[in-house]
T-cell receptor
Framework: TQLLEQSPQFLSIQEGENLTVYCNSS?????LQWYRQEPGEGPVLLVT?????EVKKLKRLTFQFGDARKDSSLHITAAQPGDTGLYLC???????????FGTGTRLKVLA | EAGVTQSPTHLIKTRGQQATLRCSPI?????VYWYQQALGLGLQFLLW???????NRGNFPPRFSGRQFPNYSSELNVNALELEDSALYLC????????????FGPGTRLTVL
């Protein structure tokens, strides 16, 4: 079974703090996507990382794809209450056509 | 460009009834995926349609079914509703030839009483 394990599962931090969310697998992925989902809404695509070792920055969010393309991380600098939500990584393990989602990280940023 | 749309936004049914949920993909996207997300849980893959054909289904009973129409819109049907079917049902689409990056609709909140 191909799994995408995310850690931590829950995270509650104060506004202004930094945090990192991890997405790990034993499978290789051709690419990984990160989504953020707010309660009662569909996930919204944040970024796609494709190349091993790739780093992408979106304002205060930094995404990294592992060299072996088996893991990824999301780092948020100076978190704000608007960053609150469920963060999901997702992708298609190489050799399959099955799109799988990570277990999710629920982030709450307190003002 | 319009995103993925789903209807209805909310649906309330009673046990044993049938529910029909609808999804319109982004223009040009041929694949449609359905997911179930129970409260506080992750996304559980339900069905994948591409070019009008069911390509894959998740570990759900046969009372969960659907179809894709020639215009690539899709319908999810849930028969003999059970209380545990209460969830947010999400539809996603992706363009032809792409194996990743799905774009999600806002979901349909199904409540079974």
């Amino acid at each position: 079974t191909q799994l995408l394990e995310q850690s931590p599962q829950f995270l509650s931090i104060q506004e202004g703090e930094n945090l990192t969310v991890y997405c790990n697998s034993s499978s290789v992925f051709s690419s990984l996507q990160w989504y953020r989902q707010e309660p009662g809404e569909g996930p919204v695509l944040l970024v796609t990382v494709v190349t091993g070792g790739e780093v992408k920055k979106l304002k205060r969010l930094t995404f990294q794809f592992g060299d072996a393309r088996k893991d990824s991380s999301l780092h948020i600098t100076a978190a704000q209450p608007g960053d609150t939500g469920l963060y999901l990584c997702a992708g298609v393990p190489s050799g399959t056509y099955k799109y799988i989602f990570g277990t999710g990280t629920r982030l709450k940023v307190l003002a | 460009e319009a995103g993925v749309t789903q209807s209805p936004t909310h649906l309330i049914k009673t046990r044993g009834q049938q529910a029909t949920l609808r999804c319109s993909p982004i223009s040009g996207h041929t694949s449609v995926y359905w997911y179930q997300q129970a409260l506080g849980l992750g996304l559980q893959f339900l069905l994948w349609y591409d070019e009008g054909e069911e390509r894959n289904r998740g570990n759900f009973p046969p009372r969960f079914s659907g179809r894709q129409f020639p215009n690539y819109s899709s319908e999810l049907n849930v028969n003999a509703l059970e209380l545990e079917d209460s969830a947010l049902y999400l539809c996603a689409s992706r363009p032809w030839g792409s194996t990743d990056t799905q774009y999600f609709g806002p979901g349909t909140r199904l409540t079974v009483l």
